[in-house]
């Protein structure tokens, strides 16, 4: 908006103390964000892959830290990409145990009452004449997590389905 009316420029507030303020402030929301992530990468890989990234993150506040201590010298510039190396090696390694965690991790419908979705086994349980409930669902959805925990997963919710002889079939 700034650029299409420069002259607003006159109503922000002057440069100060109250800058350092905002930056720690905005920084909250940041972080929580990332550990949000981080939880989520974490259900959906397991802990090793969330341990490489935390590892990754480390290591590059490491790198950042020796830019910052000696900006002007050449062995802090080349520990700093001897860092970046080591956090793109283990951005390669963490990327092999996803792929290995999604193939070996047996996914969470297994356990209980739900049962994973799939078209075929939709369309078996309907031919059945059988009621059949579907929870579309993510691990990173937080309103779908709120909704599991406070409506579905409620024991009298179970039983009323138990007792429809509802199929529970969820979709991630």
Same mark, same amino acid.
């Given at each position: ?8 420029? $006159? ?16 920084? =909250? &929301? ?14 959906? +890989? ?22 910052? $201590? *000696?900006?002007?010298? /050449?062995?802090?510039? %080349? =520990? ?11 951005? =390669?390694?963490?990327? $092999?145990?996803? =792929? ?13 009452? *739900?049962? &994973?979705? #799939?078209?075929?086994?939709?369309? $078996? +349980?309907?031919?059945?004449? /059988? &009621? ?7 691990? *990173?959805? %937080? ?10 997963? /409620? ?7 138990? #007792? ?9």
């Amino acid at each position: 908006m700034l650029t299409l009316q420069p002259a607003w420029t $006159r109503l922000l507030p002057k440069p100060g103390a109250w800058m350092e303020v905002l930056r720690q402030t905005v920084a =909250v &929301p940041i972080f929580a964000t990332v550990i949000w992530l981080a939880w989520v990468l974490a259900a959906a +890989y397991g802990a090793g892959v969330l341990a490489a990234l935390l590892a990754s993150f480390l290591l590059l506040a490491i790198a950042g830290w020796f830019l910052g $201590r *000696w900006p002007d010298k /050449r062995c802090a510039t %080349l =520990v700093a990409a001897l860092i970046l190396l080591g956090v793109i090696a283990l951005a =390669v390694f963490a990327s $092999r145990e996803m =792929v290995t965690a999604s193939e070996t991790l047996s996914p969470p419908e297994a356990q209980g009452a *739900w049962q &994973p979705w #799939s078209a075929d086994t939709l369309s $078996r +349980y309907q031919s059945q004449g /059988r &009621p059949v409930f579907v929870d579309f669902t993510a691990s *990173w959805c %937080l309103s779908c997590q709120v909704n599991e925990r406070v409506a579905l997963n /409620r024991p009298e919710v179970m039983q009323a389905f138990h #007792s429809a002889n509802v199929v529970l079939l969820r979709a991630d």
